[in-house]
C-alpha cells in the first residue's frame, strides 16, 4: 500500500475547477477565500499535513508546530518555517504558484496553478528538514546539516510508504542554486 495525499488532491481538483469557471483572479480568490467547501477542502489537506507533522515530530522529538496551508499565491516561495531567535514556530506550506513572468495584478486564473501532490510533499520535506536541523543545530540554513536531516525525513516517508510522493526530479528543488551545485 502507498500513502498519498489524499485531501490535498481533493482540494487542488477543486481549485483547478474553480480557475476554470472564474475569469478574474479577484473572482478566483473571493470564492476561494469565502465559499464554504473551498474552506472545507482547505481545512482538511492542512489538517493531513498537520497529521503528518505531528507524527514526524513525535518520531524525531521534535517541537510541536502548526503546520498552515495559507491561500495566498506566491511566486517564488513555496513553504517557510517561521522561527524566532533560531526556535522554529510555523510552518507555512503555500499550495498555489504564478507566473514569475507577468505582473501580479496582471495574472489571471490561468496564470496561477495548484502545486502537485508531490510538489506539496517535497515542500513539507523541506520545511520539515529546517525543523529537525534546529532542533539537532541550533540553527536554519541550507548547507550540510540541513541536506542530513532533509535526507533523514525523506528516508522516513519513503520507509513509511510515501514512495510515491517522493519525485527524485524534484528533491532539494528549494535550495538556492550555489547550495544545490554542491
Known sequence: MTNALEKY??????????QQATSTLTDFTYQLKNDPSFKK??????????????QLSEDFELKKLPVYL?????????????????VPSEVRIYSIKGRHNKAYDKWTPRDIR???????FETFIHESAHVLEATRHGRMGHG????????????????????NLIDEKLRLT?????????
Open 114 to 120: 495548484p502545486y502537485s501532490e508531490s510538489e506539496i
Open 70 to 86: 495559507p491561500i495566498r499565491k506566491k511566486i517564488f516561495v513555496a513553504g517557510v518555517t517561521f522561527h524566532t531567535g533560531g
Open 174 to 182: 528549494g535550495l538556492p542554486r550555489k547550495v544545490a551545485r554542491r
Open 144 to 163: 550540510k546539516p540541513f541536506i542530513k536531516a532533509y535526507e533523514n525525513i525523506e528516508e522516513y516517508y519513503l520507509n513509511a510508504g510515501y514512495e
Open 41 to 54: 477542502l482547505r481545512g482538511q489537506a492542512r489538517a493531513e499535513l498537520q497529521h503528518l507533522y505531528d
Open 9 to 18: 488532491g481533493n482540494y487542488k481538483q477543486a481549485v483547478e475547477l474553480l
